[in-house]
């Protein structure tokens, strides 16, 4: 099934040509309301009407995470405050969140989007949908909520925590279809097993998974230890929120919303656009948004384009999925921590030095955090252990980053010079979880 057979299914030609108007539509938009982009069009020598087709979009300027940072926090949107209804936010690379408000128009189309996604992983309006990513400020919960409720299907928003309970609801409300990170769903199978609870005592049909790296032994595994058709789900906070794309029954690559989101790859060191099928970064220029429409977002992503038609009858370009990222970022439990975020938290905390080590790691399917973090000679020298006991320190810090990182870490304070140091590229993250 296709949601909007017209727009999912056009042809080439015609989406390119829908393209081009919408891009030529949204440069001058920014242009008049955003004065970031005025700025950088007039240093470029660019006007509006420079950008005329969908092939006039490598003139335009590459927009980056440190952009929306340099500019918190509203300065590259592009809306009046009285046309935003809702605000979403995600992790900065430092201090300050990147935030994304959305006009009313804005919430439809992420819901339209969403929409299409779900019917092509099979959902209708008889299922009942447990969405368990986080509701709040992450834009997983509300944006797949939306997207159920367009459709028409019941939604059950059972947000993250409390497995037993959302087990519970999935056996005895026969709930069909699930979204959820595939780590969870990986940890609710488990949590499953344990109480006696298998595939055939529920109804559970198909999930729509994302937020996270997933690999297709994974799929295999939620598949079978779940009993349902595992599907992708695509997008990023900065861009709109899951929706960006999606797998359909064929499951060979997701199709992008490109009438709304235009992708280009590009060479992360070069900025050179890359041909479709070479893999290099992917970048999103928004086409349809209002409230902050950005124009070449690299998304640090790193994936291919695959051309041709789908069996499926989708025209729209296909992502594969991601092959890592072009920066230092992680996504630990559905959410993205920057090591320079965990640097920042140590350095304003007077007895760490800035010395430390992130190890990561996936226990019973559960992501965790483990910060080693060297004491200041200064301390370790006055006798720092009767001064301020270690685990009244570790308690501080990892109070202290779980307010900046809304997860929680585990924090072991070393004694100075014990965390190994490299030569040349720095190696204090240690990633053990091997989803790539
Ligand atoms: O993770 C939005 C989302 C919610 C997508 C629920 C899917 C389902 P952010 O928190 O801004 O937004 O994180 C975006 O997460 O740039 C990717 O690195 C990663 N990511 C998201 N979906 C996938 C996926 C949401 N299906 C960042 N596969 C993105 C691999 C994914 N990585």
Redo the contacts with the bound molecule.
């Keep these: 099934m296709i949601w909007n057979s017209h727009k999912e299914s056009m042809s080439v030609d015609e989406r390119r040509m829908l393209q081009g108007k919408r891009l030529h539509k949204v440069v001058a938009y920014v242009y008049h309301n955003v004065p970031f982009y005025r700025n950088k069009m007039q240093e470029m020598d660019l006007s509006p009407d420079d950008i005329r087709s969908i092939e006039d979009i490598v003139k335009l300027p590459f927009t980056t995470k440190k952009d929306l940072r340099d500019n918190y926090p509203f300065g590259l949107q592009a809306a009046p405050a009285s046309e935003v209804i809702r605000i979403h936010a ?2 900065g690379t430092t201090g300050n969140p990147t935030i994304v408000g959305y006009t009313r128009k804005d919430v439809e189309i992420w819901s339209e989007c969403m929409t299409r996604c779900l019917t092509a992983y099979g959902v209708t309006r008889g299922d009942m949908f447990s969405v368990a ?1 986080g509701y709040g400020l ?3 919960g509300l ?2 909520h939306y997207g159920v409720e367009n459709l028409g299907a019941a939604v059950i928003p059972t947000s993250t925590g409390n497995t037993e309970k959302h087990i519970r609801l999935l056996r005895d409300l026969g709930v069909t279809a699930l ?1 959820c ?1 595939p780590s969870y769903a990986l940890h609710l199978a488990e949590t499953m097993e344990r109480e006696g609870i298998g595939p055939a005592d529920l109804k559970l049909r198909c999930g ?7 690999t297709e032994q994974m799929r295999g595994e939620i598949e079978r230890r779940l009993g349902i058709k595992a599907y ?7 861009i709109m ?2 929706c ?1 794309s999606f797998e359909c029954e064929c499951q060979n690559g ?1 199709h992008i919303n490109e009438d709304h989101f235009f992708p280009e790859i590009i060479d992360p060191d070069t900025l050179e656009p890359l041909p479709y099928g070479q893999k290099g970064e992917l970048v999103f220029t928004t086409l349809t948004k209002e409230g902050m429409p950005l124009l070449r977002y690299r ?3 790193l994936c291919s384009l695959m051309e041709g038609s789908c069996a499926c009858g989708r025209t729209m370009v296909r992502m594969s ?2 092959a890592g ?1 072009s920066d230092d ?1 992680l ?1 630990i439990r ?3 921590v920057f090591p320079s975020q965990v640097e920042s938290v140590l350095l304003g905390i007077p007895e760490c030095a800035p010395r430390y080590k992130l190890i990561v790691d996936r226990v019973d399917n559960l992501d965790t955090l483990l910060v080693q973090v060297e004491v200041r000679q200064e301390y370790f020298d006055r006798g720092f252990d009767t001064l301020t006991p270690i685990e009244e320190l570790e308690r501080k810090v990892a109070s202290r980053l779980k307010s900046v990182l809304s997860i929680s870490a585990k924090v072991q304070i070393k004694s100075p010079n014990t965390i190994e140091r490299s030569q040349g590229k720095s190696k204090f993250v240690e990633d053990k979880r091997k989803i790539q």
């Design positions: 995600s992790s990513y992450f834009t997983g944006g797949v979204a990170t729509a998974f994302g937020a996270e790296p997933w992708n789900l695509y997008g990023l906070s900065e929120g899951p960006v997701s998304t640090r992503d999925s991601i990222r970022m996504i559905g959410i993205n």
